[in-house]
């Protein structure tokens, strides 16, 4: 899909057109003027001329960023995601990190004006794990279809160059239909997309993770390339890093900017605060919560929305786990100032709640949840037991335990299992955590390794 495919105003879109441009207080030549379209342009969009073959998505997009609303205002969401194409590895990724998507206005606001002020270069979001990186890198790709992607993803191997590679060119292939690129390496590729834009059009790729990349060779991470032509843009994601850490290389002549969402604390405050009112309005979760609350000696929800803000540390994967486990009874006996605080602190408080810290220590239990950690794919109950050389019976009981940390993935059978976020993986390898374990993580990968060699996991 691109930027000069034709598209036509629904009946909806012609009269929310008309009140939009109405309540701005522009004329038509006004609009058509600020958005650089022809008013014939606006006027077929209107209804008020004939539109036999439609108009050009970029004018559409320019009209509706004038008049602050979506495209999809105007065209109705089927003719404007005519063929809304995810790379099938990581769809089903993109729609699990976008459910009850909430904010980041501020964040999709700066990468659009990087877009608007530079003719190509690197845009780079910064965030602790589960700042939501990886959600609004999801809700960029599925707001704009044309875009290519790719998600870094260490605990299913997807995060070597080679297979970075292979994903864009595929991508690139099916945008701009490519000939003889079977072997082309990137740059090669980006130049021969770039001679198939139109004029005012863009080629952006999303890379995101790039802290999980599984890399050796030195030179920047994926081989991102130093310099690219005009109309090309990477919108990057990755944790805090230190210089020699950073491995992205750049000529001066590219453009390139930060966003930390550690320094955008006002923004992503109301946000955060957004997503909690959301999850108290939500049917799954509405009524526990709100029995819950009303059990804190009838603290308003005004003041949970605060509070819990407060203790969650603008960490969106802190609210994905306490919310639901608030609402699913594992603080029913706990007053409010008993809830962990920040994304580390809930882990160590449900690892303390699981009976993980026990005495004698639940040995089983403990080397079953490395062994998931150990393993580098997701994995059935029976191939877990198989590893951890525990019985399934066993196995059952982590898995349920442990369901709001895992990912189940039922599009195989029998269903596999995986960490949902590799920020649990880090809390699993903490030194003081694995010394209260009492576990040896070399030990365990060993015999995680010399497992697999009887076998391919099924």
């Known amino acids: 899909m691109r930027e000069s495919d034709k598209v036509r105003s629904s009946e909806e879109g012609k009269a929310r057109l008309k009140q939009a441009y109405k309540e701005a207080g522009l004329t038509q030549e006004e609009l058509a003027r600020q958005a650089i379209v022809s008013v014939d342009t606006l006027k077929r969009l209107i209804g008020t001329k004939d539109c036999p073959n439609g108009v050009e998505r970029q004018a559409v997009k320019n009209i509706a960023k004038v008049l602050k609303i979506e495209p999809t205002d105007i065209v109705a969401d089927k003719d404007w995601y005519p063929q809304r194409y995810l790379p099938p590895e990581f769809e089903r990724l993109i729609y699990e990190k976008i459910q009850l998507f909430c904010g ?57 160059a080679e297979l970075f590679l292979k994903k864009i060119r595929q991508q690139l292939i099916a945008r701009f239909q490519l000939q003889d690129v079977a072997d082309a390496d990137l740059s090669t590729l980006l130049t021969k997309a770039k001679e198939k834009l139109s004029t005012g059009e863009r080629l952006i790729i999303v890379v995101d993770a790039l802290d999980e990349v599984d890399q050796e060779a030195t030179g920047n991470l994926l081989y991102l390339p130093t310099i690219m032509p005009d109309g090309v843009y990477f919108i990057l994601t990755r944790r805090p890093y230190n210089q020699n850490e950073k491995r992205l290389n750049i000529s001066p002549s590219i453009p390139t900017q930060e966003l930390d969402l550690r320094e955008k604390i006002q923004e992503s405050t109301q946000d955060v605060k957004e997503y909690i009112r959301q999850l108290l309005n939500d049917g799954k979760y509405q009524q526990s919560l709100a029995r819950w609350i009303q059990q804190q000696n009838h603290i308003s929800h005004v003041h949970f929305v605060e509070e819990i803000a407060t203790k969650s540390e603008n960490n969106f994967m802190y609210l994905r786990c306490i919310l639901p486990a608030i609402a ?73 335990g442990w369901a709001q940390f895992l990912q189940k993935q039922e599009s195989h059978q029998p269903p596999r299992y995986r960490f949902y976020h590799e920020s649990f993986r880090d809390f699993l390898q903490r030194r003081d955590i694995v010394q209260s374990a009492g576990v040896n993580l070399p030990d365990i990968s060993a015999e995680v390794a010399e497992t697999m060699t009887e076998g391919l996991i099924s």
Request: hydrophobic share 40%; proline share 3%.
């Open 104 to 160: 980041r206005k501020f964040v999709f606001d700066a990468i659009e004006d990087f877009l608007q002020n530079n003719a190509n270069g690197y845009f780079t979001i910064i965030g602790d794990a589960g700042m939501g990186k990886s959600a609004i890198s999801a809700k960029y790709v599925l707001n704009n279809p044309e875009t290519i992607c790719f998600f870094n993803i260490r605990a299913e191997g997807m995060n070597r």
């Open 328 to 400: 699913d009874g594992f603080y029913d006996n706990k007053a409010f100032h008993e809830l962990p605080v920040g994304l580390q602190g809930y882990y160590e408080n449900h690892w303390h709640i699981m009976g993980m810290t026990a005495k004698p220590l639940p040995k089983n239990k403990i080397k079953i949840v490395y062994v998931m950690c150990a393993l580098r794919s997701a994995a059935s109950r029976g191939v877990i037991a198989k590893y951890s050389k525990q019985n399934e019976l066993t196995v059952q009981d982590v898995l349920d």
